[in-house]
Structure formats: structure tokens, C-alpha cells
């Protein structure tokens, strides 16, 4: 799920519990993960907004983001995002696919030394145009909370804010691939003192570039 939200935004208040739940206890991590990328409307000073805006505008840009919330299901599915069911009806469906990649992600801290290593096993290539394909890394933090609210929907508490994405917003091409097989691909990244190294996650995703 990547999901664009505002601390200012009444109704990401709902739909942000419901994400919250479906990866938490619903499907769970190993199944589903989620990317919140903030942005600056109804509040132009949202704080994680703030904090990187220029991955945040060319999120928004790619998907033509006019209004928060907005949740977007595997690049192009987009259920309502308050309603429980339709967005679990839409995950299912993507489920019940047979993927044709297998990604393997492990990160490392030492120090402030962020290292993701991460395996792209190419399982069937029929029907696919690598030269449209990315690969997007993106640093996440969840858990994230404030002693008092910093918009104006009350939320104190936030999951899976981005952080930074990497090598950078436009993600690494594919274009080089073209066979089945094993491919691998390392990011770094120094991390930021403020953020909690313990709440740290990346997440790795495949995005058609002509498919949103």
C-alpha cells in the first residue's frame, strides 16, 4: 500500500487506523506493507512533510495526488480509503496472483551506516517490458509519536512515514535485465539522528512505469 496522508487531514485519521490494522493483525508484514508518503495539503507545515518534500512531490506527482487521503494498492488499484472492506477486497486480488518476482531484503545498521542489500529473483519474464520497470527503494519509519498532536486531526501516533527514498525519488531501471535469474542491487544511506534506528524498515517494490 503506498498512501498519501496529512496530519491536518480529518478523514486520514480513519483511514490511517484501518492500515494500521490490516498490516499489523489483518494480513500481517509478510504480507502486507505500507509506505505513507505525507503531504502538504489541507496543511502546508505538516512535519513529515516538511522533513523530505521533495520524495513526497514526486510521489504525488507520479500518481496525481489532489486530495488526502488517497491509498493506492500495488501501483494501481485505488479503494476508498475509510472503507475497510473495499481496500482488503483489493489486496486479496493482488494476492491471489502469481508474482513473477521475488524480492529478498535485509538491512544493517553499524553506526549511523544504513545498508539494504537486496535480491531480485526473476521468476518468468513473458509479457514483460523490462525497459519500463523500476526499482524503488524507500526508508520508512513507523511507530513515530508526538506528546501533543501536530495537525489538527489529533493523531499523535503515525506508521510507516517515508523517509527517504533511494538511489533517489525515480527509483533504479531494470531495462539491463532480460533473462530469469537472480540480480543483485545495494543502497545506503547515513541515517538521520533524529530518526529511531530501532523503527527503521525499507521497502522494496517493482513499479511498471506505464501502468498507475
Known amino acids: 500500500i503506498e498512501d498519501f496522508a496529512n496530519v491536518s487531514c480529518v478523514p486520514c485519521a480513519s483511514s490511517n487506523k484501518i492500515i494500521e490494522q490490516l498490516t499489523n493483525n489483518t494480513f500481517g508484514r509478510n504480507k502486507l506493507v505500507a509506505i505513507k508518503y505525507p503531504t502538504n495539503f489541507p496543511s502546508p507545515v505538516d512535519p513529515f512533510y516538511l522533513a523530505n518534500g521533495p520524495d513526497c512531490n514526486a510521489r504525488m506527482g507520479y500518481y496525481n495526488i489532489l486530495f488526502a487521503p488517497t491509498t493506492i494498492v500495488d501501483g494501481n488499484l485505488r479503494p476508498a480509503s475509510t472503507d475497510s472492506n473495499d481496500i482488503k477486497n483489493k489486496i486479496y486480488s493482488e494476492l491471489a496472483k502469481v508474482p513473477q518476482f521475488i524480492l529478498d531484503v535485509n538491512a544493517s545498521i553499524h553506526g549511523s551506516n544504513y545498508t539494504i542489500d537486496i535480491s531480485v529473483n526473476v521468476k518468468d519474464i513473458n509479457n514483460i517490458d523490462f525497459s519500463k520497470l523500476v526499482l524503488h527503494t524507500v ?59 530501532s523503527n527503521i524498515n525499507p521497502v522494496v517494490f517493482i513499479q511498471n512505469k506505464d501502468t498507475k
Do not use: C, H
Request: hydrophobic fraction near 35%; charged fraction near 15%; proline fraction near 5%.
Open 139 to 197: 526508508v520508512t519509519e513507523t511507530n513515530f509519536e508526538f506528546a501533543t498532536p501536530p495537525g489538527s486531526n489529533g493523531e499523535t501516533k503515525f506508521y510507516d512515514v517515508m523517509r527517504k527514498m533511494l538511489p533517489s525519488n525515480q527509483g533504479e531501471s531494470l531495462s539491463a535485465i532480460n533473462q530469469v535469474g537472480i540480480y543483485i542491487f545495494q543502497r545506503q544511506l547515513t541515517l538521520n539522528s533524529a530518526w529511531i534506528q
